[in-house]
């Protein structure tokens, strides 16, 4: 009994399409439930206020805030760090034990989960060097989690350049560093962007780093020593306390939504570099 | 010349950050979790699932068991959904369909974990209590939303590894007369087999590091579970629940925790490095 390959393959072919098909449909259901449920509730006021009562009532502006300093900290921390990391392995270096370690170290650094970094941050930033729960431990430790990404992406894009720009630039008496930062930063720059805004994405969308390096606290924070409860928290918070779930949609549709955007964007930038050097 | 030296110099040491603060982190997680450890022996530590950190017990044996059979749920549902869009992608789609689709499919990666543990919390589990009974929030809840977490993982990875066979390889399976399907499933999927299990591979790593959706469906008791409708606790959601109050010992029990997991992951993560290498 075996049966016609034609009819076979047609069955697996409608197996692997309904399959693909209810993957799709749950990324839509995802998006979608979130949306329904949780724009409505956003308002100007509701971007604007400070929460009240936990999170029970008013909004969402100080962890905005928080959200925002966290990020820009991370970034600004990681991105140089990242970078030069990709110059180095991709315009210095030949392929060989240095390459590998560094590259290994960066592909495991990728693969550690959120939780043992926050174990990290906490044991690290919060307790040894007595930064406390605060906006410099979460950004510090988040700037970790980030860099892997900065890395593999600028160095895509680095690679991406074409090899002739380069013996251009040599040709012409440039220097080594001068053709790096003349020429071949500007054209990767899109690819790099890429890498930046990607870690911008897995930032926001953070919990459990930031439940323990940068704590809850729902003031405002005016320094970096202060504590401050960033949006993915609070959100976290408001559903598992069950505080307020129509704040908790609330807070994230904003949240998915900017990741989303953030994520179409880097991908079509980088699809643009790729495209325009192949 | 002496500058470009220079440059060279900060670069190589930028360069090192990677390496450097992996290891950073194994030291410090190490140094936090050996003493405990080393206190009630590393017997008592893994093969107890006596956890009473406030009478000093500190067994993790439940912990271990739900941590494992979470992540083997997560991938009999995500392994073959996985690899189905994935197959589909690379294989079946003419190219418009599959500029438009890869990147959409991608976007579940963007989705931040907590969502995925929320919904788990307003559909997933609430159905699972109407209709299979128990309390809801259990193993089979996480391993579903586990399940869906590691798609991006196993789709993207996969999909490198369908590219990466040559398509002589396929033109030749279609001359002598095979089927596409036949083709996909004698001839490309074995020569891509090594980059799928590296996808498996590292969709287990995430599965078993994830912690905020897990906190959120899986119901946090601590026993070993008997059925799949039995409420867990996993290793990393016990880190989680426990370390904003965790003092001293039951503390330092908490790192002993994170050193187990680590250590788990850094197997998955060398064991899929060793298999792209030879590949």
Same mark, same amino acid.
């Given at each position: ?150 890395? =593999? ?28 930062? =003349? ?18 994405? =897995? ?76 | ?130 209709? %299979? ?13 586990? *399940? ?53 591979? %590292?969709?287990? *790593? ?74």
């Amino acid at each position: 009994m075996r049966l016609d390959p034609r009819i076979s393959q047609t069955l697996m072919k409608t197996l692997l399409w309904t399959l693909t098909g209810f993957t799709l449909f749950i990324l839509v259901f995802i998006i979608v439930t979130i949306s329904i449920k949780g724009l409505p509730q956003v308002t100007p006021a509701f971007l604007l206020q400070e929460p009240m009562d936990m999170g029970r009532a008013g909004g969402i502006f100080s962890t905005i805030v928080s959200t925002i300093y966290v990020t820009v900290l991370a970034i600004l921390l990681a991105s140089p760090l990242g970078v030069g990391s990709a110059i180095y392995l991709t315009e210095y270096t030949r392929e060989g034990w240095v390459t590998r370690i560094i590259r290994f170290g960066s592909e495991c650094l990728a693969g550690v989960p959120s939780i043992i970094l926050g174990l990290f941050g906490f044991v690290l930033f919060v307790m040894k060097l007595g930064f406390g729960w605060s906006i410099l431990s979460g950004g510090l430790t988040l700037a970790i989690m980030v860099l892997p990404i900065i890395i =593999r992406t600028s160095e895509e894009a680095i690679k991406a350049v074409p090899q002739e720009y380069r013996l251009v630039c040599y040709s012409l008496g440039l220097g080594k560093w001068q053709t790096i930062t =003349r020429i071949v930063l500007p054209s990767a720059l899109p690819g790099i962007s890429t890498g930046i805004m990607l870690s911008v994405g =897995r930032s926001l969308g953070e919990t459990a780093v930031l439940l323990f390096t940068a704590g809850a606290a729902l003031r405002t924070p005016l320094s970096l020593f202060d504590s401050g409860r960033t949006m993915a928290v609070h959100f976290y918070i408001l559903a598992r306390e069950g505080i307020s779930m129509p704040n908790a949609y609330g807070t994230a549709a904003i949240l998915m939504i900017s990741i989303l955007l953030i994520n179409v964007v880097a991908y079509s930038l980088m699809q643009h570099l790729m495209k325009r050097y192949s | 010349m002496k500058k470009e030296l220079f440059i060279e110099r900060v670069l190589f040491f930028l360069a090192l950050s990677s390496i450097g603060s992996l290891l950073l982190i194994t030291v410090f997680i190490f140094l936090e979790g050996v003493p405990l450890i080393a206190h009630t022996g590393l017997d008592n530590f893994l093969f107890s699932s006596h956890w009473a950190p406030t009478r000093g017990h500190f067994g993790i044996l439940a912990m271990i068991i739900s941590s494992v059979f979470v992540t083997l749920g997560a991938m009999v549902l995500g392994v073959p959904l996985g690899l189905a869009c994935a197959i589909v992608l690379a294989e079946f789609s003419p190219q418009p369909v599959k500029t438009v689709l890869k990147p959409t499919l991608e976007l579940l990666a963007g989705i931040p974990s907590v969502v995925y543990g929320f919904l788990g919390v307003v559909w997933l589990v609430p159905l699972i209590r109407d209709y %299979l009974g128990g309390p809801g929030l259990s193993l089979l809840a996480a391993a579903v939303i586990l *399940g869906i977490m590691i798609l991006p993982t196993v789709i993207s990875i996969s999909i490198d590894a369908l590219s990466a066979v040559p398509d002589l390889y396929r033109d030749g399976s279609i001359a002598l007369g095979a089927t596409n399907w036949q083709t996909v499933r004698r001839v490309v999927l074995p020569a891509a087999s090594s980059g799928i299990i590296t996808a498996v591979i %590292l969709g287990m *790593g995430r599965a078993i590091g994830e912690t905020m959706a897990v906190i959120m469906v899986a119901g946090n008791a601590l026993k070993i579970p008997t059925s799949i409708l039995d409420p867990v606790r996993t290793l990393t959601s016990n880190i989680a629940l426990e370390l904003a109050y965790a003092t001293g010992r039951h503390r330092e029990a908490l790192f002993a925790t994170g050193i187990v997991l680590f250590i788990i992951i850094m197997i998955l993560n060398l064991t899929a490095t060793v298999i792209t290498r030879r590949r």
